[in-house]
């Protein structure tokens, strides 16, 4: 059974921090890039970055140098470590795989004052 399960999301006021994590299935994560998307209110579901499984990452230009993509791969799980958070980085976060189509729930990211 596939399966992608985020969580860390939370309301954050501009400048903090927060850690998403992404639990996936074996057969969709053990040698797979894995992505983090998001999707604000209005608008379309964007990329927001990527790791393969070898531990090469990549980043939208409008979070480089504020968020950090990583892996445990005993643990199939992918993180997004978000620091310096924007207003603008308000939405649902999702994570993905390559090798498959299907999308988890979601976690919400507010950033609010």
């Known amino acids: 059974q596939v399966q992608l399960v985020e969580s860390g999301g939370g309301l954050v006021q501009p400048g903090g921090s927060l850690r998403l994590s992404c639990v996936a299935s074996a057969s969709i994560f053990d040698r797979r890039s894995m992505y983090w998307y998001r999707q604000a209110p209005g608008k379309q579901r964007e990329w927001v970055a990527s790791i393969t499984s070898g531990g090469v990452t990549g980043y939208v230009d409008s979070v480089k140098g504020r968020f950090t993509i990583s892996r445990d791969n005993a643990k199939n799980t992918v993180f997004l470590q978000m620091n310096n958070l924007k207003i603008e980085d308000t939405a649902v976060y999702y994570c993905?795989?390559?090798?498959?189509?299907?999308w988890g729930q979601g976690t919400q990211v507010t950033v609010s004052s």
């Open positions: 993905k795989s390559s090798w498959s189509d299907y």
